[in-house]
T-cell receptor, first 114, second 114 residues
Framework: AQSVTQLDSHVSVSEGTPVLLRCNYS??????LFWYVQHPNKGLQLLLK??????LVKGINGFEAEFKKSETSFHLTKPSAHMSDAAEYFC????????????FGSGTRLSIRP | EAGVAQSPRYKIIEKRQSVAFWCNPI?????LYWYQQILGQGPKLLIQ????????DSQLPKDRFSAERLKGVDSTLKIQPAKLEDSAVYLC????????????FGEGSWLTVV
């Protein structure tokens, strides 16, 4: 069975410091993994996705994530946080060969301190 | 490329009234989703269409919610009669049938039931 666990419901960092948002998954098959960002009063925007190509995936706005099969993790990182990064982040897993099973993590709220 | 279009963006209705939301997916996307997102929570799948057929509607409250995608393109989600707990954002999303299954979201339709 597939599942996604976002290990932190809330992360707070200072502007200019690194960001780490953690995501662990469980899947019996080759998964596709995604990170979406949701700013207040907005829809979900795709940050990046992993679909069995390179394990280090670069996304928009300086974010990247590394797929580690041995650790079943897909953590999201950014070297230097910006105030505009304050938002809700969702880790999502789907089966590569089908869009019929889509599992959302519970979300991590990222706050940025000036 | 145009994104997923939704309307209306905001709606306030009284309980027991009805409301309808419209969604136009990205051109050529066979799969269309309706999600409900209650404030502070992750999106919950209400219904998934593949072309004009229903793939998954297991979490759709069928006594009050209905959705259709008659020509396999745009879709309408209706709530009748509305309850206070239906206050949420209704997100429409679409994806191509194959190719990594990235899901693209609209900006959402914000419903307040008073």
């Amino acid at each position: 069975a597939q599942s996604v666990t976002q290990l932190d419901s809330h992360v707070s960092v200072s502007e200019g410091t690194p960001v780490l948002l953690r995501c662990n998954y469980s899947s019996s098959y080759s998964p596709s993994l995604f990170w979406y960002v949701q700013h207040p009063n907005k829809g979900l925007q795709l940050l990046l996705k992993y679909t069995s190509a390179a394990t280090l995936v670069k996304g928009i706005n300086g974010f990247e994530a590394e797929f580690k099969k041995s650790e079943t993790s897909f953590h999201l990182t950014k070297p230097s946080a910006h105030m505009s990064d304050a938002a809700e982040y969702f880790c999502v897993v789907t089966l590569y060969s089908s869009a019929s099973k889509i599992i959302f993590g519970s979300g991590t709220r990222l706050s940025i301190r000036p | 490329e145009a994104g997923v279009a939704q309307s209306p963006r905001y709606k306030i209705i009284e309980k027991r009234q009805s409301v309808a939301f419209w969604c136009n997916p990205i051109s050529g996307h066979a799969t269309l989703y309706w999600y409900q997102q209650i404030l502070g929570q992750g999106p919950k799948l209400l219904i998934q269409f593949q072309n004009n057929g229903v793939v998954d509607d297991s979490q759709l409250p069928k006594d009050r919610f209905s959705a259709e995608r008659l020509k396999g393109v745009d879709s309408t989600l209706k709530i009748q009669p509305a309850k206070l707990e239906d206050s949420a954002v209704y997100l429409c999303a679409s994806s191509a049938l194959w190719g990594g299954n990235t899901i693209y979201f609209g900006e959402g339709s914000w419903l307040t039931v008073v």
